[in-house]
């Protein structure tokens, strides 16, 4: 792990190895003061394998808290859910914070805000290639129910529930997960600083970096 600009990067072919083992020494160091740990976990694609993985380690689950970063305004068992891909890849022992999504989306978005802790101890956060994260979109602006949770939409148009940038810029660690020669161009435009979704949020301890991009 090296630092380049405002990060802590980590590459290796298969980066979920790396990530496994370092989310697991922060879960330890944060539950040395802590009853409970509160993590963020990124929707899409990506982290899929690492959450499987994940679901077979011996962790303290019950004195773990999953949140989701986004979720489409889709029902839970929509296949586009982030909650459903979640729940699959992590397995019943994990504790799931998520958006109801048969309310309507203002009081959705009330209704998991009450339910976020003062702030999280890690947030694990994706990166689209137009720099996006969680659904804090390039030109979007996003509608904040609270200070903690937001309205957005995706540029398919398609409605978005997102925890805010400053709510994740309270987290204690933010830790960044991309892979894909599709992410280069994003990848380095973060190491340069440029002004994306990505780049302004920031761990309040460390920002860390994940990627298969050697």
């Known amino acids: 792990m090296k630092k380049v ?10 980066p979920e190895e790396g990530l496994g083992r370092f989310f697991k020494s922060l879960l330890r160091v944060f539950l040395k003061r802590e009853r409970v740990c509160h993590v963020a976990l990124a929707g899409g694609r990506t982290p899929v394998e690492f959450y499987r993985r994940l679901s077979g380690e011996r962790l303290p689950w019950d004195k773990l ?3 989701l970063s986004d979720e489409r305004y889709v029902p839970l068992h929509s296949e586009l859910s982030n909650y459903r891909m979640l729940r699959e890849s992590l397995g019943n022992k994990a504790k799931i914070v998520f958006f109801k999504t048969e309310m ?9 805000s ?3 802790p003062e702030r999280l101890h890690i947030a694990l956060l994706g990166v689209g290639a137009d720099g996006h994260t969680a659904s804090l979109f390039p030109g979007v602006e996003c509608q904040e129910v609270t200070e903690k949770v937001c309205l957005s939409s995706s540029p398919d148009g398609l409605l978005r529930l997102s925890l805010t940038q400053s709510y994740l810029n309270l987290s204690c660690v933010v830790l960044f997960f991309l892979k894909g020669e599709e992410k280069r161009g994003v990848l380095e435009a973060m190491l340069r600083g440029e ?3 990505a780049t302004r949020v920031r761990g309040q301890l460390r920002t860390y970096l994940f990627t298969d991009l050697l």
């Open 5 to 14: 600009g405002n990060y802590l990067l980590y590459t290796a072919p298969e």
């Open 65 to 67: 808290r999953f949140y």
């Open 104 to 112: 309507p989306p203002e009081e959705c978005a009330m209704d998991y």
């Open 114 to 116: 009450l339910q976020l």
């Open 195 to 197: 002004p994306l979704p």
